[in-house]
């Protein structure tokens, strides 16, 4: 939660203010108590602004798939919930239980709590306390005062000085840590499968070598770990084993599930001379929240990543 402390007669034009006594600190010894006025529109203005930042590089960092819509909406809620902590009967918000309920409250908003949204929620949270450290790191350096309330202890950082930190780390996530989103130059994104009502999400790497192709009308299929079948169809109970003899289990879905599409699609790699993959059609395909116009997911019986970070191969 960041604030603005400035005179009253500097900033008149604010819509709302809220007026404190705080401590001047010099080392360890309280140098004076004075009266401050907190601007409530300020507040929330640039509690937004960093906020969006702040999602704009966990989003960044991740390849998630939380539309700009969603960010926005989760950016205007931290901006309120600064706001809500200023407020005389709502102060328990500012808590160490206030603050966790906040920030779990803007990561459901903007990641949702499905799939691989924890990898978001972790992020932002280290996103954000880099960006505290650097605010920290900048007060040392510049030398600006501390000022107390309660237990807690504010700085006197403007506004701007703290939307354009906020942009630093959003840069420096950009340039520095753009590996975290590309695997070897090629994407990360979030892929979206869905059947029978059933929905599950996934990291799949953009791969411009993944050529899967049905033979017949040449639709791209997308290639995922046969993991996400089995929640996809969690009555079947398939396993590894059965994806490894893709013609016996195209046979027994047939059997078990007539009105499910279920197909084989050939397929060729390094050092095999060709196989085959069970596909099934799907109700819908996404990509970061986007719909593909294919349909149709091949599943492979083994890991199609080398390390672990993504379960799956489209198209690049």
Not at 235 to 251: I, K, Q, R, V, W
């Amino acid at each position: 939660m960041f604030c603005r402390l400035q005179s009253a007669k500097l900033h008149n034009y604010s819509l709302f203010t809220i007026h404190y006594s705080f401590i001047r600190h010099q080392g360890c010894l309280v140098q004076e108590v004075f009266p401050a006025v907190i601007y409530i529109d300020e507040v929330f203005a640039v509690n937004a602004a960093v906020n969006w930042l702040l999602l704009l590089t966990a989003t960044a960092i991740t390849g998630g798939g939380a539309g700009r819509l969603r960010l926005g909406l989760g950016a205007v809620f931290g901006g309120l919930w600064a706001v809500a902590v200023w407020l005389p009967h709502l102060r328990w918000l500012g808590s160490l239980p206030g603050e966790l309920l906040g920030f779990a409250g803007l990561c459901l908003i903007c990641f949702g709590w499905r799939g691989p949204a924890w990898k978001s929620w972790l992020w932002f949270f280290g996103v954000s306390c880099a960006f505290a450290g650097l605010v920290l790191a900048v007060t040392a350096l510049l030398r600006i005062p501390a000022f107390q309330r309660g237990s807690r202890v504010y700085y006197r950082v403007t506004g701007p000085l703290l939307i354009l930190l906020a942009g630093g780390v959003w840069l420096i996530c950009r340039l520095c840590l753009d590996r975290f989103a590309r695997h070897r130059g090629r994407e990360l994104v979030l892929l979206g499968l869905e059947l029978k009502g059933r929905r599950v999400l996934c990291t799949a790497l953009r791969d411009n070598g993944n050529t899967l192709r049905e033979p017949v009308t040449g639709e791209a299929v997308p290639v995922a770990q046969w993991q996400l079948a089995a929640r996809l169809l969690p009555e079947l109970e398939l396993t590894a084993e059965a994806f490894a003899d893709p013609p016996a289990l195209l046979g027994r879905l047939r059997a078990l599930d007539p009105p499910l599409s279920a197909l084989l699609v050939p397929y060729r790699a390094v050092g095999v001379a060709g196989g085959l993959l069970l596909a099934l059609r799907l109700d819908r395909i996404t990509e970061n929240g986007r719909p593909l116009r294919t349909r149709l997911a091949a599943f492979s019986p083994t890991q199609v990543s080398d390390g672990g970070c993504y379960e799956a191969l489209v198209q690049g």
